[in-house]
């Protein structure tokens, strides 16, 4: 059974939207907004936190709307924090000007404007309507188009009406804080010979939307690469164009040499990797087409005919769209190659990219599917090696492991992979292992629990918390550091005694961490170069030969917890078609839901994947509390509802992930969530 719909998202009933409540306003010019001063607009309320990539998506996915409905549109971020250091106002205010938002901010740290709306995930949107009333109730990212088809609906009502104020909005500018960069993401050295001369450092200046090549005083800027224009475009490199550059690599000269590039780029918001030739400045895409992976129905349909569609086939026993089914869902999600031309193949915020001398390929931390990629610079190919797309904290097998929005990459000695696991909290490493003569990768995790356990403590590993880590290096010593980004340190795991340790703490959102062994060189000890985002700058710090034990404790992301009754519990997920689009049923049923639970004891039934929104599931009586993990899809295509859907109709995927906390007790008996739909 589905409990979905090919309609407006419009209710037959009216909800009065909730005051907006919290600390602070920001790009408000000081002006502290209600709901009463945007009476007459239509409002999209936007509940997003800056460490979630699928929140940043949506930011970008509703520039385009902000910009074309300026007069009749007002967005609203409201920022509900899951970490304790984005509660923090000044890194809040860091992250607006960070992420070029270009609304009203409201600072919701206590969540209790998140509370009134009735929000359970990260990114939830919310439409309120020119008079006030709740209208549109969304989840996860992919509703533009149904977004702009509500807009131009409620826009001709309230006209008609005599309700709708055209005009400017209340969005005041802050002033910028950057100087030569402006919060810079990945850093590597250039040795002598490669660029300039000398060492030199390439610095992604992410703020800026280019590459900036610096002395190696860290402060003197030899070469530009990229306009600075935010965009896509190839050429030389005062014309070129980035969209918040992150990682870079540098590859060996044989390599090079053959692709006719040096450099590999993870052009994160242009969901692709660049190529630079640092003799000539040139800039060119290497791969990726630019569609943001999750999106991109014509790459899931690709990728389930690469997984023999047809009568007993993955897909014909999926019974759902391309992307939806377990058994297809793996099939793709598996794959060890994407296509044979990697301009065609779907990225998705690739955060750090690493060459990898085991490998002899680039490995790419893909953060927008939690999925750890590959790419040969010679063959064009795209493979993956980790992950199965899932976001959350899973051990074993490469092909059934689970990450979350992975956003730093470093190989050690012996070839492991070292990975920052940024949502997760953790540090985890990719190893090549050998079982009865075949080789096997295996993932394990050395810090870290889950998706919302995190911290500040040193000790023994098992016990040890970090707190949204974005790079990793590894040491001469063997041992691994860590960007600890939002607990403003750095901080290093020994793998042969499993403890961790603080390295250097004060930092200003440490983004990357680097040897720099150029002091060596000259009889000195090497020096950690780090990347302190929003300080906008580079800083060595020593190695300290005594690191520091820190233990400030673990925490817990807070968030409600929903009371309901042991026995059984009626989920359903809520989903309409947006206006100009219909249920893709082409496959059989095109929703699917994925549910677990933690701990595992808490569901005695109603666990795994099988197509359709409705479900029912069973509490044990012995377990007090936990939390209900819960994935939904669906898939839907351009066409009207009850026709046919036209050859070649542009297909839309819409997913959520939600994790929700539940206590036993004398709660409602059902769950409802909205994918799409109203409260």
Not at 103 to 114: K, Y
Request: proline content about 5%; overall charge negative; glycine content about 12%.
């Amino acid at each position: 059974m589905t409990e979905a719909a090919e309609s407006s998202l419009r209710s037959n009933y009216r909800v009065r939207a909730s005051e907006l409540v919290g600390r602070n306003w920001l790009n408000t010019g000081g002006k502290q907004l209600g709901l009463e001063d945007l009476r007459g607009k239509i409002v999209l309320l936007d509940f997003w936190t800056f460490c979630c990539i699928n929140c940043l998506h949506v930011l970008d996915e509703l520039r385009p709307l902000e910009e074309k409905y300026r007069d009749v549109l007002v967005t609203v971020g409201v920022h509900s924090p899951k970490f304790e250091h984005e509660a923090d106002p000044e890194a809040l205010a860091a992250a607006v000007e960070r992420y070029e938002i270009h609304h009203p901010v409201l600072d919701d740290p206590e969540l209790q404007t998140w509370q009134a709306y009735s929000a359970r995930a990260w990114p939830t949107l919310v439409v309120v309507d020119p008079e006030g009333y709740i209208v549109a109730h969304l989840s996860g990212e992919g509703h533009a188009g149904g977004l702009e088809s509500l807009i131009e609906e409620l826009v001709a009502e309230h006209e008609a009406r005599g309700t709708l104020h055209r005009g400017d909005g209340p969005y005041v500018p802050a002033e910028s804080s950057a100087g030569d960069l402006r919060f810079p993401g990945k850093v590597i050295a250039l040795p002598d010979g490669v660029g300039s001369a000398g060492q030199t450092f390439l610095v992604g200046d992410t703020g800026h939307h280019r590459l900036v090549e610096l002395a190696p005083d860290l402060a003197t800027v030899l070469n530009v690469y990229g306009s600075g224009t935010k965009g896509w475009l190839d050429g030389a490199a005062e014309q070129a164009r980035f969209n918040e550059p992150q990682g870079l690599a540098l590859l060996p000269a044989d390599v090079r040499a053959a692709a006719g590039y040096d450099v590999v780029v993870a052009d994160s918001v242009n969901h692709r990797l660049r190529g630079l030739n640092l003799a000539t400045g040139a800039v060119g895409t290497v791969a990726g087409n630019g569609v943001q992976r999750l999106l991109d129905a014509g790459n899931q349909r690709a990728a389930a005919a690469d997984a023999q569609a047809g009568p007993g086939s993955e897909a014909d026993e999926a019974g759902a769209d391309e992307d939806l089914g377990e058994e297809l869902a793996e099939a793709i999600s598996t794959s060890s190659r994407l296509g044979a031309d990697p301009l065609a193949v779907s990225l998705s915020s690739p955060w750090d990219v690493l060459w990898s001398a085991r490998l002899g390929k680039l490995v790419v931390a893909m953060a927008g599917v939690h999925q750890i990629f590959v790419f040969d610079p010679v063959a064009g190919t795209v493979g993956i090696l980790a992950g199965t797309g899932l976001e959350g904290l899973q051990d074993g097998e490469a092909t059934a492991a689970w990450f979350a929005q992975s956003s730093g990459l470093a190989e050690d000695a012996g070839g492991s992979i070292w990975v920052a696991d940024s949502e997760t909290s953790a540090l985890r490493v990719i190893s090549f292992v050998e079982v009865h003569g075949e080789e096997r990768v295996q993932v394990h995790t050395a810090i870290g629990t889950g998706l919302f356990d995190f911290g500040f403590r040193d000790g023994e590993a098992a016990q040890a918390r970090l707190q949204h880590p974005l790079g990793v290096t590894v040491l001469p010593d063997g041992s691994v550091a860590v960007a600890d980004t939002y607990n403003g340190a750095v901080r290093r795991y020994d793998p042969a005694t499993r403890t961790v340790s603080t390295l250097a703490r004060g930092l200003a959102e440490p983004s990357d961490v680097l040897v720099d062994a150029s002091a060596a060189a000259e009889g000195g000890e090497p020096l950690l170069l780090v990347v302190e985002a929003n300080r906008h700058q580079l800083v060595r710090i020593p190695i300290p030969k005594d690191a520091l034990t820190v233990d400030e404790g673990a925490a817990q992301t807070q968030r409600p917890k929903t009371e309901v009754p042991a026995g059984p519990l009626a989920l359903t997920v809520r989903f309409a078609a947006p206006k100009g689009q219909k249920l893709d049923d082409r496959w059989g049923d095109p929703t699917q839901l994925k549910i677990s639970a933690s701990p595992e004891n808490l569901l005695v039934s109603g666990a795994g994947t099988s197509t359709g929104l409705v479900r029912e599931l069973v509490l044990a009586e012995d377990v007090p509390e936990g939390v209900l993990h819960i994935t939904a899809r669906a898939a839907a295509c351009d066409g009207e509802p009850g026709g046919e859907i036209p050859d070649h109709a542009a297909c839309h995927l819409y997913q959520q992930d939600w994790g929700i906390p539940v206590v036993l007790g004398q709660g409602s008996a059902e769950l409802t969530l909205d994918l799409r739909g109203v409260d």
